[in-house]
């Protein structure tokens, strides 16, 4: 309760422009997200924390699988000390 207060009183202190400015940022975040998916490309723990901007150990704390807006991330495989991480697109079907 306490965040989503937050989230609303730091919304109503953004001017118009600071929040179309976030919205835009966040369209590049998910078209980012849409070629990492549409292109199979596997990323990093830490590219995929920088593309959700959140912290590496929250990316790895998540487990082997889980989802995120429109796509489900998952483990692929561990390349030295680093974990790759693979974008698959959710597809929702839509009732007519």
Do not use: C
């Amino acid at each position: 309760m306490n965040e989503s207060y937050n989230n609303a009183l730091e919304e109503q202190s953004l001017s118009r422009d600071e929040r179309v400015k976030q919205l835009k940022n966040t369209i590049d975040t998910l078209h980012i997200a849409e070629q990492i998916s549409s292109n199979g490309y596997l990323i990093t723990s830490s590219e995929l924390a920088d593309l959700m901007d959140i912290n590496a150990s929250a990316v790895t704390s998540r487990g082997e699988e889980w989802a995120w807006r429109n796509w489900i991330v998952s483990r692929v495989r561990r390349e030295g000390n680093q974990i790759l991480w693979q974008l698959e697109r959710v597809e929702k079907v839509l009732d007519d």
